[in-house]
């Protein structure tokens, strides 16, 4: 069809489905899912000096002190760009190549914007960087596991009784863009990785919908 997009090959920006990562490196370093976050509204300042940012969650408000597995669980905004001022935009620039995905910039050019918008892939890269995480014999990624598989952790933003609660243990991570274009969900475990993506394939965004259709 005239305009559709190619769902495999097609770069889109890819949102909140990588702060997993994000995550991850936090509980290499020294965390737990235990330790605590702030999750608040505040002002970054990036590489150019014109340009600050100011992160906003889904539903517009603070949860100020929060765990590391419920800000990850409710993918809250304002603490995981925290959480990546703590590691370094330039560590996890890194990381993201070291994993294989195919950043078209450099770090400076999505700065905090590299675990919210900013960075475009195809659903096959990020299906390949999520295999990383599918190892759960390794105390990190099983951690990261226990975080994303657990409905408690996402019921201020999910609903402790969600769509996205499975019949079998699986990882959960949702994206939705600020149009609703993209809704997107990966699920995962050491068996398998499941990607669902919805949306029009004329480009435009879809109506009637909420951020777990």
Same mark, same amino acid.
């Given at each position: 069809?005239?305009?559709?997009?190619?769902?495999?090959?097609?770069?889109?920006?890819?949102?909140?489905?990588?702060?997993?990562?994000?995550?991850?490196?936090?509980?290499?370093?020294?965390a737990?899912?235990?330790?605590?976050?702030?999750?608040?509204?505040?002002?970054? !300042?990036? !590489?150019?000096?014109?340009?600050?940012?100011?992160?906003?969650n /889904?539903?517009?408000?603070?949860?100020?002190?929060?765990?590391?597995?419920?800000?990850?669980?409710?993918?809250? %905004?304002?603490?995981?760009?925290?959480?990546? !001022?703590?590691?370094?935009i330039?560590?996890? /620039? !890194?990381?993201?190549?070291?994993?294989?995905?195919?950043?078209?910039?450099?770090?400076?050019?999505? #700065?905090?914007?590299?675990?919210?918008?900013?960075?475009?892939?195809?659903?096959?890269?990020?299906?390949h960087?999520?295999?990383?995480?599918?190892?759960?014999?390794?105390?990190?990624?099983?951690?990261?596991?226990?975080?994303?598989?657990n409905?408690?952790?996402?019921?201020?933003?999910f609903?402790?009784?969600?769509?996205?609660?499975?019949?079998?243990?699986?990882?959960?991570?949702?994206?939705?863009?600020?149009?609703?274009?993209?809704?997107?969900?990966?699920? /995962?475990? %050491?068996?398998?990785?499941?990607?669902? #993506?919805?949306?029009?394939?004329?480009?435009?965004?879809?109506?009637?919908?909420? #951020?777990?259709?």
């Amino acid at each position: 069809r005239e305009n559709a997009i190619d769902m495999i090959t097609k770069k889109r920006s890819v949102g909140s489905v990588l702060k997993p990562f994000v995550y991850e490196m936090m509980i290499e370093r020294w965390a737990s899912p235990e330790s605590l976050i702030l999750d608040d509204t505040r002002v970054y !300042e990036t !590489e150019v000096a014109t340009q600050s940012y100011i992160p906003e969650n /889904y539903i517009p408000k603070s949860y100020w002190p929060i765990t590391l597995r419920e800000a990850l669980g409710n993918s809250l %905004n304002s603490a995981s760009v925290r959480l990546s !001022e703590k590691i370094g935009i330039w560590r996890i /620039y !890194e990381k993201f190549r070291s994993l294989g995905f195919d950043l078209d910039h450099e770090a400076w050019y999505y #700065w905090y914007g590299i675990v919210l918008w900013a960075v475009e892939l195809t659903l096959e890269n990020i299906v390949h960087g999520y295999r990383s995480l599918t190892s759960l014999e390794k105390d990190d990624k099983f951690l990261l596991f226990e975080m994303l598989s657990n409905p408690e952790n996402r019921a201020q933003t999910f609903w402790i009784s969600s769509i996205l609660n499975t019949s079998i243990p699986l990882a959960v991570k949702t994206w939705t863009s600020s149009d609703f274009r993209d809704n997107w969900v990966i699920g /995962y475990n %050491n068996d398998i990785i499941i990607w669902v #993506w919805v949306w029009n394939t004329t480009n435009e965004s879809m109506d009637d919908i909420s #951020w777990i259709t």
